[in-house]
């Protein structure tokens, strides 16, 4: 069995599941392809630019001029419905079109494939040519609501931009145009909430779906000595350390707005303080150390072990790699009660979930928490993980669909 993963990205939440996965496939002896788009995947994969028409006619051309600057005079210029990506200006964190100009069919990986596995595939998989063309059976997982959407790849982004329904209508009919040449494909989803948003009324409802929960490196994310952890980073001994993760502090989505929220009503305990993991582009809060971005994953895993609590803000998101990691190093998680996070969280005992999305509602979760911290039991934190989200578990778990589709 070859199996064919394409992923836009290696790096990222996405990417790095995906290629997670495609390692713990290798370890089950599956013959796994990891396909990503890089500078050499994308010049190898361009579509030819299709052939110069005839030039026309002295008197034809001549004519087409007047016609063109008629029509641009009349024409709106706001009018996003034939827009592309790139003029869809707005505040989100992604837009992105299903429209590309590489074709993934032409690679041999493809060609070897018994199965093509998509992964977070936007601004790399062309909708139209790709679903026309492919002859493989496809397993897709979804790693964000893109697949169910137009150009956006969450809901708030919609309902922020909503200058741009129009283009996003728009793209959402281009890809069902293009899934309805797809007689049968699987559909896999990380989380009970996604589960429910694709097999209800989306694009995707009438293919097969599962529920396969994203898997951790138990190797890497292991319990260490949180003495030494506090040393190697330079961090006070005493405190309570509170941790936050994102890939840019900025993206709303993430709440580190929320963060800072909470924060700021612990500007009076001495007792407690904050660290924050990512690219730091907001302004700097008291009480905070700024860790910077962290791409090792040991370096990680230090991080992990020398915090108390792993504070988790999000207003939408799938399944987070980092809730993941941090439960496997026996950090437990406060966290808001959105998208897969309920899936994982179990209340009183490998963290807590906030009432709602406010700050206010983190800072009381919080609160609990400290007040609680001696109850949670590190130990049996990583055990409860290592019995539901390993990557060989989610491996095994897609053997056995290859197996059934094949």
Same mark, same amino acid.
């Given at each position: 069995?070859?199996?064919?993963? $394409?992923?836009?990205?290696?790096?990222?939440?996405?990417?790095?599941?995906?290629?997670?996965?495609?390692?713990?496939?290798?370890?089950?002896?599956?013959?796994?392809?990891?396909?990503?788009?890089?500078?050499?995947?994308?010049?190898?994969?361009?579509?030819?630019?299709?052939?110069?028409?005839?030039?026309?006619? %002295?008197?034809?051309?001549?004519?087409?001029? =007047?016609?063109?600057?008629?029509?641009?005079?009349?024409?709106?210029?706001?009018?996003?419905?034939?827009?592309?990506?790139?003029?869809?200006?707005?505040?989100?964190?992604?837009?992105?079109?299903?429209?590309?100009?590489?074709?993934?069919?032409?690679?041999?990986?493809?060609?070897?494939?018994?199965?093509?596995?998509?992964?977070? $595939? #936007?601004?790399?998989?062309?909708?139209?040519?790709?679903?026309?063309?492919?002859?493989?059976?496809?397993?897709?997982?979804?790693?964000?609501?893109?697949?169910?959407?137009?150009?956006?790849?969450?809901?708030?982004?919609?309902? #922020?931009?909503?200058?741009?329904?129009?283009?996003?209508?728009?793209?959402?009919?281009?890809?069902?145009?293009?899934?309805?040449?797809?007689?049968?494909?699987?559909?896999?989803?990380?989380?009970?909430?996604?589960?429910? %948003?694709?097999?209800?009324?989306? =694009?995707?409802?009438?293919?097969?779906?599962?529920? *396969?929960?994203?898997?951790?490196?138990?190797?890497?994310?292991?319990?260490?000595?949180?003495?030494? #952890?506090?040393?190697?980073?330079?961090?006070?001994?005493?405190?309570?350390?509170?941790?936050?993760?994102?890939?840019?502090?900025?993206?709303?989505?993430?709440?580190?707005?929320?963060?800072?929220?909470? *924060?700021?009503?612990?500007?009076?305990?001495?007792?407690?303080?904050?660290?924050?993991?990512? *690219?730091?582009?907001?302004?700097?809060?008291?009480?905070?150390?700024?860790?910077?971005?962290?791409?090792?994953?040991?370096?990680?895993? =230090?991080?992990?072990?020398?915090?108390?609590?792993?504070?988790?803000?999000?207003?939408?998101?799938?399944?987070?790699?980092?809730?993941?990691?941090?439960? #496997?190093?026996?950090?437990?998680?406060?966290?808001?009660?959105?998208?897969?996070?309920?899936?994982?969280? *179990?209340?009183?005992?490998?963290?807590?979930?906030?009432?709602?999305?406010?700050?206010?509602?983190?800072?009381?979760?919080?609160? =609990?928490?400290?007040?609680?911290?001696?109850?949670?039991?590190?130990?049996?934190?990583?055990?409860? %993980?290592?019995?539901?989200?390993?990557?060989?578990?989610?491996?095994?778990?897609?053997?056995?669909?290859?197996?059934?589709?094949?």
């Amino acid at each position: 069995m070859k199996v064919l993963h $394409v992923s836009t990205y290696k790096t990222g939440g996405a990417g790095i599941a995906a290629f997670r996965l495609h390692k713990g496939l290798l370890a089950l002896g599956v013959a796994s392809e990891f396909l990503y788009l890089n500078h050499e995947t994308e010049n190898f994969l361009k579509k030819p630019a299709p052939p110069l028409p005839p030039p026309l006619p %002295l008197y034809k051309r001549i004519f087409s001029k =007047i016609i063109s600057k008629a029509v641009n005079r009349s024409q709106n210029k706001n009018d996003v419905t034939t827009g592309s990506a790139d003029e869809a200006k707005g505040s989100y964190e992604a837009f992105t079109s299903p429209i590309t100009d590489l074709d993934i069919t032409q690679h041999p990986a493809y060609e070897a494939a018994d199965i093509v596995h998509l992964h977070w $595939v #936007a601004d790399f998989l062309d909708y139209p040519s790709f679903f026309s063309k492919n002859v493989k059976p496809i397993v897709w997982t979804l790693h964000d609501m893109n697949p169910l959407q137009g150009g956006f790849h969450y809901l708030g982004d919609a309902a #922020a931009n909503p200058h741009l329904a129009a283009l996003e209508l728009k793209y959402l009919n281009m890809k069902e145009v293009a899934l309805s040449a797809v007689r049968s494909m699987s559909v896999v989803a990380l989380s009970r909430w996604l589960l429910q %948003l694709s097999t209800n009324k989306s =694009i995707l409802n009438r293919f097969s779906h599962t529920l *396969i929960p994203n898997g951790v490196d138990i190797n890497v994310f292991k319990p260490l000595n949180k003495g030494f #952890a506090r040393e190697a980073l330079g961090l006070p001994a005493a405190k309570t350390i509170a941790l936050f993760v994102s890939e840019r502090l900025s993206v709303r989505r993430k709440g580190f707005d929320l963060m800072q929220d909470v *924060i700021s009503k612990f500007s009076d305990q001495d007792q407690v303080l904050f660290c924050a993991v990512g *690219i730091q582009d907001t302004a700097p809060k008291p009480n905070t150390v700024y860790l910077g971005a962290i791409r090792d994953e040991q370096l990680m895993a =230090i991080v992990y072990a020398a915090c108390d609590v792993f504070i988790l803000p999000s207003r939408e998101d799938n399944l987070p790699n980092v809730m993941l990691e941090a439960l #496997a190093c026996g950090t437990p998680v406060v966290a808001t009660n959105v998208g897969g996070i309920p899936d994982v969280v *179990i209340p009183d005992f490998n963290g807590l979930l906030a009432q709602d999305t406010t700050g206010e509602a983190l800072y009381e979760a919080l609160q =609990i928490f400290i007040e609680r911290k001696s109850l949670f039991d590190s130990g049996q934190i990583r055990e409860d %993980l290592l019995k539901k989200y390993t990557i060989a578990k989610q491996a095994s778990a897609y053997l056995k669909l290859y197996n059934e589709i094949l």
